[in-house]
Every structure is written in structure tokens, then in C-alpha cells.
């Protein structure tokens, strides 16, 4: 089975600092994505990746980074955490590139900024 | 155009009953439908997907029908049981496009009564 882990199940930051969200997947997949899940809203592209350092915009980019520096791996950086931000972000990876690999999601990061 | 609409945003159905989820789009370069289902605490995992050259698909007790001349696509529930309290996504995607975008619907809470 695919697994999607992401480093941190909560986390509670205060509004300015730069906060790090970490995604490792373990199935040798080629893209790996970032949503933000809020209620109402469902699930919102932030930025995508189909290979180590490179990346594209999703739907809702603003005030956010990401970095693929190793294929297992996808970060995604707040550089100044706003109230706003405060959500639900999910990671995940699908095999290969093409609108019908399936998503494999982990299970969740809950921020909350201060 | 890139919108699906998804509906009801929460559902009451008793064990056993028939839980309908609704979707539509706009984007006719949508070719691939999926749902996903998500449990609490958990990220959304696939759950059934179907493509507009066929206008049912069965998997179990989850039906996925498809209506492509009105746009409009929605997940079945036959016999609904407790254990398929989840929130439900519906997504939509181009598999010609060339991009690996996924457009989701806003999410139904569903809850089955014991």
C-alpha cells in the first residue's frame, strides 16, 4: 500500500513566523500535490509537483512555496503565516501523470496561526 | 467553467436506506469522475471512478451514475450502513489536457443512523 506520511498531525504557529510542512511518500511516485481542505470550500489546489525540483501553481497559491529536493519528498513553506492560513493541508502522490492516477492522501496537518 | 457543484452539503439517511450524493460540471474536457471518501482523521482515499462512456458503474453497494448530456454525475449508496459515515468528494479531471489537475466538489457530510 501507498503511503503518504505527513510530519505533523498538529501544529499551532504564531502569525509571521515561517512554518515547514513535510510530506514523504514511499511508493517511488512522480507527483505529489498540496490541497487545503476547509469546511464548504472541499479541496483546493495550492501548488503541484511531476518531478524533483520542479513545481506549478495550483488554484490558491498565494503565500505559499514548496520544495521537491528528493523525489520522496514535497514541502510546502508558509513564508509569513497569517490567521487565514489557518486550515487543514493535505499531501498527496500519485503514480503518473495524467488526469486519471488515483490520489494517495495522507492523513492531514491541522495549523492554526495565532 | 472549472467548477463542479456538488450537493447535498450534509445528509441524514437510517441504516438501510438509499444515500444519493449529486454533481455537476461545466468543463465538457472533463473526462474522468471519481469519488472519494474520506473518514474522520483520515485524508480522502478513492473509492469508485467512471468515465463518460459508460453511464453506470457498480462497485459493491456504491453506485456511480452518469448523465453526460446534462453534466451531471452522482454516487449511489444502496443499503447504507453506520460505517459509511464519511464525508464525500466528488473530483473531476481532463485526462487530455496534459495537466494533472483534479477539480473537487464542496464535499457531503453523511451520517447512517444506527
Known amino acids: 500500500d501507498v503511503k503518504v506520511t505527513q510530519s505533523s498531525r498538529y501544529l499551532v504557529k504564531r502569525t509571521g513566523e515561517k512554518v515547514f510542512l513535510e510530506c514523504v511518500q514511499d511508493?517511488?511516485?512522480?507527483?505529489m500535490f498540496w490541497y487545503r481542505q476547509d469546511p464548504g470550500l472541499g479541496l483546493r489546489l495550492i501548488y503541484f509537483?511531476?518531478?524533483?525540483?520542479?513545481?506549478e501553481k495550483g488554484d490558491i497559491p498565494e503565500g505559499y512555496s514548496v520544495s521537491r529536493e528528493k523525489k520522496e519528498r514535497f514541502s510546502l513553506i508558509l513564508e509569513s503565516a497569517s490567521t487565514n492560513q489557518t486550515s487543514m493541508y493535505l499531501c498527496a502522490s500519485s503514480l503518473f501523470a495524467g488526469g486519471n492516477s488515483p490520489l494517495h492522501f495522507g492523513n492531514g496537518t491541522r495549523l492554526t496561526v495565532t | 467553467q472549472q467548477q463542479v457543484k456538488q450537493s447535498p452539503q450534509s445528509l441524514i439517511v437510517q441504516k438501510g436506506g438509499i444515500s444519493i450524493i449529486n454533481c455537476a460540471y461545466e468543463?465538457?474536457?472533463?473526462?474522468?469522475f471519481p469519488w472519494y471518501q474520506q473518514f474522520p482523521g483520515k485524508g480522502p482515499a478513492l473509492l469508485i471512478a467512471?468515465?463518460?462512456?459508460?453511464s453506470e458503474k457498480k462497485e459493491g453497494r456504491f453506485t456511480i451514475s452518469f448523465n453526460k448530456s446534462a453534466k451531471q454525475f452522482s454516487l449511489h449508496i444502496m443499503d447504507s450502513q453506520p460505517g459509511d459515515s464519511a464525508t464525500y468528494f466528488c473530483a473531476a479531471s481532463s485526462t487530455t489536457s496534459g495537466t494533472y489537475k483534479y477539480i473537487f466538489g464542496t464535499g457531503t457530510r453523511l451520517k447512517v443512523l444506527a
Open positions: 509537483s511531476y518531478d524533483v525540483k520542479m513545481k
Open positions: 468543463n465538457t474536457a472533463f473526462d474522468y
Open positions: 467512471i468515465r463518460p462512456d459508460v
Open positions: 511508493m517511488d511516485h512522480e507527483n
